[in-house]
């Protein structure tokens, strides 16, 4: 049994329990009861709570344990002895009820979809589909009671074994994506365990080489693999998507030894993990550079593109010198400075020079990869090629017309026009092709290029050629570029105008705010979002959702902190020395009037996420429900190399919460990230199912759209109703709570009894 109160209702009986549990609430909540039944329920909580080990039961882990039977009971008691808002608590037991409803809805749908999937992974293996059984194995294991129990069903551990041989023959014939996707897959299917972490690094480093050097060999793979797999599943092969190829030469353009050495200098002395065993400074960075040529020369597809990886022998010359090299640079107590370390980069060169000849940005790329990502996943150097976009990703504007697009049966297709922005005024729809940007036709185009197209400097014009569907002709559209800001904030839903309403109850006043990253408009934006719903009625209660919220601008997290604490420390860090930086402090003058907070969390919300969820849950500003975050509580420093022609993004310091907490997670970890006070737990196909509803729902449509025939016009609320997003209606329940209870926390309700179950979960 999953909560514990059910466990300690077995030991009880029939009528004489349930009078129990209710008088035992009662007096927990101050509710008269006659002295003799009080005595007679307080004794028989007694006996359970003396055999057993007890904590004290609160609303809290009532709904934390899905016993709703209780907290019905105890709001029934309130509201018969008038202690509370009538129709607030009549509300609260019709969404309560609403609730179980909806979760026994999941239950029996979860089961028959275990079910399912087991059945889908048994039949793919018994028609030699790998891949498809691997699928259905993983979907059954996130809808499984017992995740321990069902990795050890031998009909799994079976296809496991195949699955890690099918990767090694994939590995020795050098079938590079296959390996990288088999790996990937069984990672997934042993999530946090870092079982297979290695195993797909290594996979992914040979793809990243593929995808690099000879991406229209790796194009014709894909195409290979999803016949492939069409074949396997009696399907259609699906039309092939030719998307524009460009070569290594515009991405490794202006990459010179500067940013090889000034990274090395950078990295050993400033890094977080330096003074950590296994980070040897420049030992493990010149070691990880070439561990990485040695891939590139182990990657037989490469010579493809450079001829002169076809003579073997010169090859074997140049990988005997990196083997002899790598063991002279590992030798047990070998040090290495910076003047040593571009010695040795120097010899690489020099040697690669004498071999293989490779050219020498391609050398370099490689072995400052490889350094980097000895350190962590997160340092990386941010390429010449790459800035624009790095900037863009933190500036929180760019200048362009305002659109989401996205590649859509092979085609450049519009997701939604941002909502008072240059393409929303000119009347591009959602679901408008774009088949032309200034006369060049688009079917190849890769994403980066239409973005890099249609963006572009403020005040001058783009062309688009647009194909709408019921339309004949192409429409054309001349537009003005202009600065955008990118939307952080989202609420629950638009408006007529296209602006956000941010009620997702407005008759329990409990206003909703996605935050989608953490820009430097954020906290301004969530200001104006509080204040919209101040203005509109009375705020009794605020949803701060951060699900696959990545991070972004950590000042902005102090912001957004800052808003809710009155006083005290926010966040602080800690460097490679153990020494704490003067932590960000909250300012009075700063937070918003109290109103209860549940901050939604979930295994997307990193790095800034985890700061606000975490400073918020330490001062106990806010309850934190979901599931446990991702665990990114490192700090990643700027730092110009090659007199500023490139950046280094740098893991420099740990973020350190109010209570001490450092919530990163190192390899190995067995705690990080924040864990929800209330978890409420969904597998990954309600996952996908609410995150497709939501974006629906998020597009701005035409005045005159219409839904196809057969579907319904998808709607906000339709989410609740639908019992679709359990995490959010258990925040609207715990809120709804704090209104009817006044936000006290009760005196404990009983006593729960840590009973072992009485048969083993089923998974």
Same mark, same amino acid.
């Given at each position: 049994?999953?909560?514990?109160?059910?466990?300690?209702?077995?030991?009880?009986?029939?009528?004489?329990?349930?009078?129990?549990?209710?008088?035992?609430? /009662?007096? *927990?909540?101050?509710?008269?009861?006659?002295?003799?039944?009080?005595?007679?329920?307080? /004794?028989?909580?007694?006996?359970? $709570?003396?055999?057993?080990?007890?904590?004290?039961?609160?609303?809290?882990?009532?709904?934390?344990?899905?016993?709703?039977? $209780?907290?019905?009971?105890?709001?029934? #008691?309130?509201?018969?002895?008038?202690?509370?808002?009538?129709?607030?608590?009549?509300?609260?037991?019709?969404?309560?009820?609403?609730?179980?409803?909806?979760?026994?809805?999941?239950?029996?749908?979860?089961?028959?979809?275990?079910?399912?999937?087991?059945?889908?992974?048994?039949?793919?293996?018994?028609?030699?589909?790998?891949?498809?059984?691997?699928?259905?194995?993983?979907?059954?294991?996130?809808?499984?009671?017992?995740?321990? %129990?069902?990795?050890?069903?031998?009909?799994?551990?079976?296809?496991? +074994?195949?699955?890690?041989?099918?990767?090694?023959?994939?590995?020795?014939?050098?079938? @590079?994506?296959?390996? &990288?996707?088999?790996?990937?897959?069984?990672?997934?299917?042993?999530? %946090?365990?870092?079982?297979?972490?290695?195993?797909?690094?290594?996979?992914?480093?040979?793809?990243?080489?593929?995808?690099?050097?000879?991406?229209?060999?790796? #194009?014709?793979?894909?195409?290979?693999?999803?016949?492939?797999?069409?074949?396997?599943?009696?399907?259609?092969?699906?039309?092939?998507?030719?998307?524009?190829?460009?070569? @290594?030469?515009?991405?490794?353009?202006?990459?010179?030894?500067?940013?090889?050495?000034?990274?090395?200098?950078?990295?050993?002395?400033?890094?977080?993990?330096?003074?950590?065993?296994?980070?040897?400074?420049?030992?493990?960075?010149?070691?990880?550079?070439?561990?990485?040529?040695?891939?590139?020369?182990?990657?037989?597809?490469?010579?493809?593109?450079?001829?002169?990886?076809?003579?073997?022998?010169?090859?074997?010359?140049?990988?005997?010198?990196?083997?002899?090299?790598?063991?002279?640079?590992?030798?047990?107590?070998?040090?290495?400075?910076?003047?040593?370390?571009?010695?040795?980069?120097?010899?690489?060169?020099?040697?690669?020079?004498?071999?293989?000849?490779?050219?020498?940005?391609?050398?370099?790329? !490689?072995?400052?990869?490889?350094?980097?990502?000895?350190?962590?996943?997160?340092?990386?150097?941010?390429?010449?090629?790459?800035?624009?976009?790095?900037?863009?990703?933190?500036?929180?504007?760019?200048?362009?017309?305002?659109?989401?697009?996205?590649?859509?049966?092979?085609?450049? =297709?519009?997701?939604?026009?941002?909502?008072?922005?240059?393409?929303?005024?000119?009347?591009?729809?959602?679901?408008?092709?774009?088949?032309?940007?200034?006369?060049?036709?688009?079917?190849?185009?890769?994403?980066?290029?239409?973005?890099?197209?249609?963006?572009?400097?403020?005040?001058?014009?783009?062309?688009?050629?647009?194909?709408?569907?019921?339309?004949?002709?192409?429409?054309?559209?001349?537009? =003005?570029?202009? !600065?955008?800001?990118?939307?952080?904030?989202?609420?629950?839903?638009?408006?007529? *105008?296209?602006?956000?309403?941010?009620?997702?109850?407005?008759?329990?006043?409990?206003?909703?705010?996605?935050?989608?990253?953490?820009?430097?408009? $954020?906290?301004?934006?969530?200001?104006? +979002?509080?204040?919209?719903?101040?203005?509109?009625?009375?705020?009794?209660?605020?949803?701060?959702?951060?699900?696959?919220?990545?991070?972004?601008?950590?000042?902005?997290?102090?912001?957004?902190?800052?808003?809710?604490?009155?006083?005290?420390?926010?966040?602080?860090?800690?460097?490679?020395?153990?020494?704490?930086?003067?932590?960000?402090?909250?300012?009075?003058?700063?937070?918003?009037?109290?109103?209860?907070?549940?901050?939604?969390?979930?295994?997307?919300?990193?790095?800034?996420?985890?700061?606000?969820?975490?400073?918020?849950?330490?001062?106990?500003?806010?309850?934190?429900?979901?599931?446990?975050?991702?665990?990114?509580?490192?700090?990643?420093?700027?730092?110009?190399?090659?007199?500023? $022609?490139?950046?280094?993004?740098?893991?420099?310091?740990?973020?350190?919460?109010?209570?001490?907490?450092?919530?990163?997670?190192?390899?190995?970890?067995?705690?990080?990230?924040?864990?929800?006070?209330?978890?409420?737990?969904?597998? =990954?196909?309600?996952?996908?199912?609410?995150?497709?509803?939501?974006?629906?729902?998020?597009?701005?449509?035409?005045?005159?759209?219409?839904? !196809?025939?057969?579907? /319904?016009?998808?709607?906000?609320?339709?989410?609740?109703?639908?019992? &679709?997003?359990?995490?959010?209606?258990?925040?609207?329940?715990?809120?709804?709570?704090?209104?009817?209870?006044?936000?006290?926390?009760?005196?404990?309700?009983?006593?729960? /009894?840590?009973?072992?179950?009485?048969?083993?979960?089923?998974?």
């Amino acid at each position: 049994m999953k909560n514990e109160q059910a466990r300690c209702a077995a030991l009880l009986s029939g009528q004489k329990m349930i009078t129990s549990l209710i008088s035992v609430l /009662a007096l *927990a909540l101050g509710v008269g009861v006659s002295t003799l039944q009080a005595d007679e329920n307080a /004794a028989e909580t007694a006996k359970v $709570s003396n055999q057993y080990a007890a904590e004290p039961v609160t609303y809290q882990s009532l709904i934390q344990n899905d016993d709703y039977a $209780s907290l019905t009971e105890a709001i029934k #008691q309130l509201d018969q002895t008038g202690q509370v808002d009538h129709q607030q608590a009549e509300n609260l037991l019709n969404d309560i009820a609403t609730y179980q409803e909806h979760q026994a809805a999941r239950d029996k749908k979860g089961q028959a979809s275990y079910e399912e999937a087991f059945g889908k992974m048994l039949s793919a293996l018994d028609e030699d589909r790998l891949e498809d059984a691997m699928v259905a194995a993983i979907e059954a294991h996130s809808l499984s009671k017992d995740s321990t %129990n069902y990795l050890q069903q031998q009909e799994v551990l079976d296809l496991v +074994a195949q699955a890690e041989a099918k990767a090694k023959a994939a590995e020795e014939s050098g079938n @590079w994506v296959d390996v &990288l996707s088999t790996y990937r897959l069984l990672d997934l299917l042993y999530e %946090n365990q870092d079982r297979y972490r290695d195993r797909v690094k290594l996979a992914a480093k040979h793809v990243r080489l593929l995808q690099i050097y000879v991406p229209e060999h790796l #194009q014709n793979i894909y195409k290979e693999r999803a016949i492939k797999r069409a074949e396997e599943k009696g399907e259609d092969a699906p039309p092939p998507m030719d998307i524009e190829i460009e070569s @290594w030469t515009k991405k490794l353009k202006n990459v010179n030894l500067s940013m090889l050495r000034d990274s090395l200098r950078k990295a050993a002395r400033f890094h977080v993990e330096r003074y950590q065993p296994g980070h040897n400074g420049y030992v493990s960075l010149v070691d990880g550079g070439v561990s990485n040529l040695l891939i590139l020369l182990d990657n037989k597809t490469l010579a493809e593109e450079f001829p002169s990886l076809k003579n073997e022998d010169n090859v074997s010359k140049f990988k005997d010198y990196l083997v002899s090299l790598k063991a002279e640079v590992n030798r047990p107590g070998n040090t290495m400075n910076f003047l040593d370390a571009f010695k040795a980069i120097d010899k690489i060169i020099n040697q690669n020079d004498l071999t293989v000849d490779l050219p020498h940005e391609v050398v370099i790329y !490689e072995m400052t990869e490889g350094a980097m990502s000895q350190l962590d996943d997160f340092t990386a150097v941010i390429w010449p090629e790459d800035i624009e976009h790095f900037s863009r990703s933190t500036e929180g504007k760019f200048v362009g017309i305002g659109i989401q697009i996205t590649r859509k049966d092979g085609q450049l =297709t519009v997701v939604t026009p941002l909502p008072n922005t240059p393409a929303h005024r000119a009347g591009i729809k959602d679901g408008d092709v774009i088949v032309k940007v200034d006369g060049a036709n688009t079917a190849t185009w890769s994403l980066n290029r239409a973005v890099s197209e249609i963006t572009g400097k403020e005040g001058t014009k783009v062309n688009l050629s647009i194909e709408r569907p019921g339309e004949t002709a192409l429409i054309e559209k001349q537009i =003005t570029r202009k !600065e955008i800001a990118i939307e952080s904030i989202r609420g629950w839903q638009h408006t007529d *105008a296209g602006d956000w309403d941010y009620w997702v109850d407005p008759d329990a006043g409990i206003g909703y705010v996605r935050l989608s990253q953490f820009l430097p408009q $954020s906290a301004d934006d969530l200001d104006a +979002a509080v204040a919209q719903l101040q203005a509109q009625g009375k705020l009794n209660g605020l949803i701060l959702d951060l699900r696959f919220n990545p991070g972004g601008l950590m000042h902005s997290a102090i912001q957004i902190s800052d808003r809710f604490i009155d006083e005290g420390p926010i966040v602080s860090t800690v460097d490679a020395n153990g020494n704490q930086k003067a932590p960000d402090v909250a300012h009075k003058a700063n937070s918003y009037k109290k109103f209860p907070v549940v901050v939604l969390v979930n295994q997307g919300s990193a790095s800034a996420s985890e700061i606000v969820s975490g400073a918020l849950q330490d001062y106990g500003r806010a309850t934190i429900i979901g599931t446990r975050s991702f665990g990114k509580g490192s700090v990643q420093d700027v730092h110009p190399i090659a007199r500023r $022609s490139a950046y280094l993004k740098l893991t420099t310091q740990y973020y350190q919460l109010p209570n001490g907490r450092i919530v990163h997670r190192k390899p190995g970890a067995k705690d990080w990230g924040i864990n929800p006070d209330i978890e409420i737990p969904m597998s =990954t196909q309600e996952i996908a199912d609410a995150i497709e509803y939501r974006q629906e729902v998020d597009i701005i449509h035409d005045e005159n759209w219409q839904p !196809e025939e057969g579907e /319904a016009v998808k709607e906000a609320d339709d989410i609740l109703a639908n019992g &679709l997003d359990p995490q959010l209606e258990s925040a609207l329940i715990w809120l709804k709570l704090q209104q009817v209870t006044g936000g006290k926390t009760p005196a404990p309700l009983l006593q729960s /009894a840590k009973i072992p179950s009485e048969e083993p979960a089923k998974p």
